[in-house]
């Protein structure tokens, strides 16, 4: 298959690229005074507004002819058909059948997989509604007040994200805890805040061999046997959630606290199976199926809006554009929400671990970029800190800003003080501040001639940053449901464009095996071995001698 460098409309932006250049977006503005109407989309929960990035109407056309030629619109409904896009582990890519509330049949492998999907759905309401009720016991008959959930990567970030995000919904019924890192003194502090009797232990795991998930489920356990528990009563306080019922098996946990999850769903989509479970704990089963609802709209939205007035399809060209056209390599996910402070780090999993590849289908290393390093914060916090190089640095950073009407935990104020940083950044991104402008500024406030013109190099803002804004209502269910799902399907679309396979994830594999290997050369009385390298086998003896002195 030809590169995508040798399509006419890859070709053709490639022209453009020279046109915009020179252009800047606030004079794209002075231009066109319908440009916010045309540049941006009404959706069920938010505004997208995305007239802000270096663009014209040619720009959008042109990006959409790159749509037409990669064939989104045809690989979008060959992922919704259930077919195997996931080439190299052979799997279909069916996360969006975990929340389709359509009724009709999800055809998996040839069989329709919604009895199954609901079925699990179905479980993991009871569950929840056993433990959040108190009908669900410990070992000395107490109820559960807190769920420790132990995974790691997609049966982590998601979770984590979703309960930080909705947490002022929660009634309080439940405590849920986080343990991911292999580093014991997470778990050891988790612990320490937890008590055996009262604790529900979740292990997720897709494939339930993951050495940190492990590592962390058997300190739970050894720790939960060594204070009061034992073996009959585990069932009572450790479930498990995996595509791997073999092996949760194995490591003790009964058949029925087992809930499933399949192959086709990718850990890093899968907040919305089983995974999710530590979300419907803390919220309850309506609230966890209102963020299936909120992303189920979104789907709706991808598969029938038109291309032109398509959120993820437009998010995912803008990315292109600024990407792989602007040359820009980097873009930032600011929240100016609290209770998002979590998505960044959420999507950095769900961007990069998808579409950071380097060969295209057909196994060719790429003649262009792909996925841009994806970072970010709250907001507010970052202005405080990093938004220096996104004013004034070498590189140019495009970033979504995703902001909220109204915030979840009104206090007299604040939301109005952080909503006006968060119109001022994206204004002053734009619109920079010219030598003219800091000279008269620096002139009106009296200041010496001489003084001026040494300021005014320092004092300039280059402007013509591109951002896109995100105005949620509120942050509720259903508007983070759709929103989470609006990312997921911007990084199917460019890994379409891209031309990579966005569902597996080899990059990570190397360090897990060389890991695997150097942990026994760890232990006191081992060699090291004098296969490493220079500088590795150094950092490990070092650390060795270190530790015994
Ligand atoms: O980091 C690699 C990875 O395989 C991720 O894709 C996945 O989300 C994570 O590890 C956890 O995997 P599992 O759910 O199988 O423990």
Redesign the pocket.
């Known amino acids: 298959m030809a590169s995508r460098t040798e399509l006419s409309s890859w070709q053709a932006l490639t022209q453009h690229t020279q046109n915009m250049r020179t252009r800047k977006i606030k004079d794209l503005f002075s231009e066109d005074q319908a440009r916010f109407d045309k540049f941006s989309l009404q959706l069920p929960h938010f505004l997208f507004d995305f007239s802000k990035n270096l663009i014209t109407e040619e720009t959008k056309s042109l990006l959409l002819d790159l749509a037409k030629e990669t064939d989104v619109a045809g690989w979008r409904d060959k992922m919704f058909a259930g077919e195997h896009l996931n080439r190299t582990e052979d799997r279909a890519v069916m996360h969006v059948a975990l929340r389709d509330k359509s009724g009709a049949p999800i055809m998996i492998d040839g069989k329709d997989m919604r009895p199954v999907v609901e079925g699990e759905l179905k479980r993991m309401r009871a569950l929840v509604e056993q433990v959040r009720s108190g009908e669900w016991r410990g070992y000395s008959d107490k109820a559960i007040t807190d769920v420790v959930s132990i995974?790691?990567?997609?049966?982590n970030l998601g979770p984590l994200m979703a309960t930080e995000a909705l947490k002022s919904y929660a009634d309080g019924r439940l405590n849920v805890h986080y343990v991911s890192n292999v580093d014991g003194a997470q778990i050891a502090d988790v612990l320490d805040h937890v008590d055996p009797e009262t604790t529900l232990f979740v292990i997720?795991?897709?494939?339930?061999?993951?050495p940190e998930?492990t590592l962390n489920a058997n300190t739970a356990r050894a720790w939960f046997l060594s204070n009061g528990g034992s073996e009959d009563t585990t069932s009572r306080h450790f479930i498990a959630v995996s595509s791997n019922v073999e092996k949760a098996v194995a490591f003790g946990v009964g058949k029925d606290n087992i809930f499933e999850m399949w192959d086709w769903v990718g850990?890093?989509f899968s907040l919305w199976s089983a995974i999710g479970l530590p979300i419907a704990l803390q919220l309850g089963f309506e609230l966890f199926d209102e963020l299936l609802q909120g992303a189920f709209e979104m789907d709706t939205h991808f598969r029938e809006a038109p291309l032109e007035a398509n959120a993820p399809v437009l998010m995912a060209l803008l990315g292109v554009w600024n990407g792989n056209f602007l040359g820009y390599r980097a873009h930032a996910l600011l929240a100016y929400d609290q209770c998002l402070h979590r998505l960044p780090a959420y999507m950095q999993?769900a961007e990069m671990?998808s579409n950071g590849k380097s060969v295209n289908w057909a196994g060719e290393p790429l003649a262009y970029p792909s996925c841009p390093l994806i970072w970010g914060e709250v907001g507010i916090n970052g202005q405080h800190a990093f938004y220096q190089l996104l004013h004034q640095g070498t590189d140019i950073i495009p970033a979504d800003f995703i902001g909220s009407i109204n915030s979840t935990q009104p206090v007299p104020g604040h939301h109005d003080a952080l909503m006006a940083n968060y119109f001022a950044q994206t204004e002053a991104l734009m619109k920079g501040i010219s030598a003219e402008e800091v000279r008269a500024d620096l002139t009106a406030k009296g200041v010496a001639p001489e003084r001026i013109e040494e300021l005014v190099p320092h004092k300039v803002h280059p402007g013509n940053r591109p951002t896109n804004s995100l105005l949620l209502n509120k942050v509720e269910a259903k508007s983070l449901g759709a929103l989470i799902a609006l990312y997921e399907h911007k990084i199917f679309v460019q890994g379409i464009i891209w031309d990579v396979h966005s569902f597996d994830?080899w990059g990570?594999e190397l360090g897990k095996v060389l890991a695997a290997g150097i942990e026994p050369e760890l232990a006191p009385d081992n060699e090291v071995s004098g296969k490493h390298d220079a500088s590795t086998r150094h950092l490990i003896e070092y650390y060795k001698k270190a530790k015994q002195q």
């Open positions: 995974g790691i990567g997609g049966s997720a795991s897709k494939s339930f061999t993951t998930t850990g890093r999993q671990e994830q990570v």
